[in-house]
């Protein structure tokens, strides 16, 4: 599956152009169309002689495909850079700078910009691939697998023989991961922690995004005594799921007991921020942190963390990276908006679709005002595409879709 697909970018249904800039929304039209068949020279030549056009941030994205059809990558990564300063929403640019950049080996650059580019439109089903095969060739499989089921929740071209051997392989994957499960039973009646373990172990290790099972294993292997594969489990789950305050509580005393005393520290505190004041586990919580506060003197400990995070963001690792830079600012008691800008742009990357499904959200009374109809029906749709659930934003999506539908269909009908 080891496949990029250079042009999975290419479309204009992301351009969004001035109603008085109709005439240079005609000539990029023209321009694509021009590239779309071939006549790369020809669509250079007309962008590079209009400075309108040159001057658009998808100018410069069309005019970067046509040198790099023609030959010329440097001229086309300036073009893509370009085009991301005149707009740094335009995420065609990041997607094709990616995938240039995975072509040239760049594993860990491409990773980024695919993720950049996934915060402005989740829903790409071959940007979520060209991650889940990335992640895939970097061993993260837990990374990989959920790239791999995003492409196949958005990939809308079902009957692609691409589509069908990813939807294949990751439904036999399940299944052999259900087939071990089915040996549970037998294990947990004769009480046998260490056949149930290795039944967890074999599903993981066919199928990795599979949170309770992580869950689980943290259990047993704290159970049996072996607190640092305990602590490693709990981690992944910590890391990579929605987790509880049992969890929290979990990674911090095992921290405690294991002598990893900063990592103690913050979790504890994180902890306390989430236990009522006045019971008795916030005090132990807090008898605890007390107990713990000479790591705040340790510059040296203190820094490794900062260290730790850099070498996690440099490896793509990013919930490491968010891990270790909150870690930092605990430890430091700083404030730093410089480091929070970092965390908040990797939590997105981890999830995009509630960050998007809220920026379109806020976007629909002005399109409404406005009575672009049209551009309100496409937003609401994708909120509509990136909500799994029944949300607040998605009923109200679905009341101004049904109203602007109604106002479309009047004037077409009655000239209203």
């Not at 499904?357 to 496409?378: G, S, W």
């Amino acid at each position: 599956m080891d496949k990029i697909n250079l042009d999975s970018s290419i479309g204009l249904s992301n351009v969004y152009l001035d109603d008085n800039d109709s005439f240079s929304g005609d000539k990029i039209t023209r321009a694509y169309e021009m590239y779309a068949s071939g006549r790369y020279s020809d669509a250079q030549a007309l962008i590079e002689n209009d400075p309108r056009m040159s001057h658009m941030s998808y100018g410069q994205v069309v005019l970067g495909n046509c040198y790099r059809q023609l030959g010329n990558k440097d001229k086309a990564m300036s073009c893509w850079q370009k085009a991301i300063e005149i707009s740094p929403l335009e995420y065609s640019a990041y997607v094709n700078i990616a995938n240039e950049q995975y072509a040239t080996g760049n594993v860990n650059e491409a990773i980024l910009n695919w993720h950049v580019a996934c915060t402005i439109r989740p829903e790409n089903p071959i940007v979520n691939l060209n991650l889940a095969v990335a992640y895939d060739k970097k061993n993260s499989r837990i990374k990989a697998t959920k790239f791999f089921e995003r492409y196949l929740r958005y990939e809308t071209k079902t009957s692609s023989s691409e589509y069908v051997t990813i939807k294949r392989t990751m439904a036999n994957l399940k299944a052999q991961a259900e087939f071990f499960s089915k040996k549970l039973d037998s294990f947990k009646l004769n009480r046998d922690v260490k056949g149930i373990a290795a039944v967890y172990l074999k599903m993981i290790s066919v199928y990795a995004n599979l949170p309770s099972v992580y869950n689980n294993l943290a259990e047993i292997f704290f159970f049996d005594k072996n607190y640092q594969k305990a602590l490693e489990f709990y981690l992944i789950v910590y890391l990579n799921y929605p987790c509880s305050l049992k969890v929290l509580i979990e990674i911090a005393n095992l921290c405690y007991l294991l002598q990893h005393k900063s990592y103690a520290y913050v979790y504890y505190k994180r902890a306390l921020d989430l236990l009522p004041p006045g019971t008795s586990h916030y005090s132990n919580v807090k008898s605890k942190i007390n107990a713990l506060s000479s790591v705040l003197k340790d510059t040296e400990l203190i820094d490794s963390h900062l260290e730790k995070a850099k070498e996690a963001e440099q490896n793509n690792n990013y919930e490491v990276a968010i891990d270790e830079y909150e870690n930092f600012l605990i430890l430091t008691e700083s404030d730093s908006q410089e480091i929070q800008q970092l965390i908040d742009k990797y939590k997105i990357f981890s999830n995009p679709e509630p960050f998007v499904i809220n920026v379109l959200y806020n976007q629909i009374p002005d399109l409404m005002n406005k009575k672009k109809l049209n551009a309100c029906v496409e937003l609401c749709d994708r909120i509509m595409t990136l909500s799994t659930e029944n949300t607040k934003e998605v009923v109200y999506a679905m009341k101004c879709k049904s109203e602007c539908k109604r106002i479309i269909m009047a004037r077409e009908h009655f000239g209203v």
